[in-house]
């Protein structure tokens, strides 16, 4: 912890120009090798970032690093599971054929992956079948983002933090080994939880930018405590289990002191060079994705820990 605060609050505010995707990486790669925990590097990325979407990349990248640790840190991931009929595993139709034991193919379609043509390894879930009550069974694959049969076609640039790539993957005929298929439910062990831990992590590395934009603009002590207290706050709740209802209640209660912290920082905008503003005003918009998600995953928690009521 004592490294991390030091860094955030010594170290120059003053980030390099970041003009592609290929110098966000290798900025990133420079300040994480100060840090052990994926959490700590995301606050680290952010803070060296120019601009929040080099920031969101750093927080994303390291979610995936948090979810699966023994994934080496100097390769870029993707995780695909988005597909045309949404997230669900209901709506996942790229199959995972062939048996454990012999040749395994993956085929189908992911619409939309963050990061997709800038990764080099993608993590992609995939159906192989249905159980007893006819859900999809769903496996996660590990697999390099250049073998034969895999296609990435990069996306039109997003309204908002166009710098980040997002890419349509085609799978043909892709060739699998056993030992790429990762142990375990894809859904529940991997893409419900990751939803817990990027917010952790992004939202980490969106408060370190604000402090470097803070520090390196002169805004008032008391909003770079209070953006620091809020980083110490996310930083303990990275580390939590993400499949617990408890830290999902303090995971938004977390959010909402965020939004509210950003929300009063319109007049010290004035004080912040004109081209990071701009690009504020267009990117401020990311901090809004997947509000039904989170308010769902808030209510669903609320619910599991309401104590029954007593029976008169």
Same mark, same amino acid.
């Given at each position: 912890m004592d490294e991390l605060l030091r860094f955030l609050l010594t170290e120059s505010p003053a980030p390099a120009s970041l003009g592609s995707v290929e110098d966000w990486w290798t900025r990133h790669l420079q300040v994480s090798s100060r840090f052990s925990l994926p959490v700590d590097v995301a606050f680290a990325g952010g803070f060296a970032a120019d601009r929040l979407g080099y920031a969101f990349a750093s927080g994303y990248h390291s979610a995936l690093r948090s979810l699966f640790p023994q994934?080496?840190?100097?390769?870029r991931y993707a995780l695909c599971v988005t597909e045309a009929g949404g997230g669900h595993p209901s709506a996942m139709q790229t199959r995972l054929t062939g048996s454990g034991e012999g040749p395994l193919r993956l085929e189908g379609t992911k619409a939309f992956v963050t990061l997709g043509t800038a990764a080099d390894e993608l993590l992609v879930v995939a159906n192989e079948g249905q159980d007893a009550q006819g859900r999809n069974r769903l496996r996660l694959v590990r697999l390099d983002a250049r073998r034969s049969g895999v296609t990435l076609t990069e996306l039109p640039e997003t309204p908002f933090v166009p710098e980040v790539p997002? %890419?349509?993957?085609?799978?043909?005929?892709v060739a699998v080994a056993p030992e790429e298929v990762l142990p375990g439910?894809?859904?529940e062990r991997y893409v419900k939880p990751f939803r817990?831990?990027?917010?952790?992590?992004?939202f980490a590395a969106v408060l370190g930018w604000l402090l470097q934009v803070a520090r390196r603009s002169g805004w008032p002590d008391e909003v770079r405590e209070e953006l620091l207290a809020l980083a110490v706050t996310m930083r303990g709740l990275a580390q939590a289990d993400p499949a617990s209802p408890a830290v999902h209640? %303090?995971?938004a209660g %977390?959010?909402?002191?965020?939004?509210r912290r950003v929300d009063g920082l319109g007049p010290h905008w004035e004080q912040v060079d004109a081209p990071?503003?701009?690009?504020?005003?267009r990117d401020r918009l990311l901090l809004n994705v997947a509000g039904k998600v989170r308010a769902k995953r808030r209510e669903?928690?609320?619910?599991?820990?309401?104590?029954?009521?007593?029976?008169?």
């Amino acid at each position: 912890m004592d490294e991390l605060l030091r860094f955030l609050l010594t170290e120059s505010p003053a980030p390099a120009s970041l003009g592609s995707v290929e110098d966000w990486w290798t900025r990133h790669l420079q300040v994480s090798s100060r840090f052990s925990l994926p959490v700590d590097v995301a606050f680290a990325g952010g803070f060296a970032a120019d601009r929040l979407g080099y920031a969101f990349a750093s927080g994303y990248h390291s979610a995936l690093r948090s979810l699966f640790p023994q994934l080496p840190p100097h390769h870029r991931y993707a995780l695909c599971v988005t597909e045309a009929g949404g997230g669900h595993p209901s709506a996942m139709q790229t199959r995972l054929t062939g048996s454990g034991e012999g040749p395994l193919r993956l085929e189908g379609t992911k619409a939309f992956v963050t990061l997709g043509t800038a990764a080099d390894e993608l993590l992609v879930v995939a159906n192989e079948g249905q159980d007893a009550q006819g859900r999809n069974r769903l496996r996660l694959v590990r697999l390099d983002a250049r073998r034969s049969g895999v296609t990435l076609t990069e996306l039109p640039e997003t309204p908002f933090v166009p710098e980040v790539p997002h %890419a349509e993957l085609r799978l043909h005929e892709v060739a699998v080994a056993p030992e790429e298929v990762l142990p375990g439910d894809g859904y529940e062990r991997y893409v419900k939880p990751f939803r817990t831990v990027e917010d952790c992590h992004v939202f980490a590395a969106v408060l370190g930018w604000l402090l470097q934009v803070a520090r390196r603009s002169g805004w008032p002590d008391e909003v770079r405590e209070e953006l620091l207290a809020l980083a110490v706050t996310m930083r303990g709740l990275a580390q939590a289990d993400p499949a617990s209802p408890a830290v999902h209640l %303090a995971l938004a209660g %977390a959010l909402d002191l965020c939004r509210r912290r950003v929300d009063g920082l319109g007049p010290h905008w004035e004080q912040v060079d004109a081209p990071t503003r701009e690009r504020w005003e267009r990117d401020r918009l990311l901090l809004n994705v997947a509000g039904k998600v989170r308010a769902k995953r808030r209510e669903t928690a609320r619910q599991k820990l309401t104590p029954p009521s007593n029976p008169e």
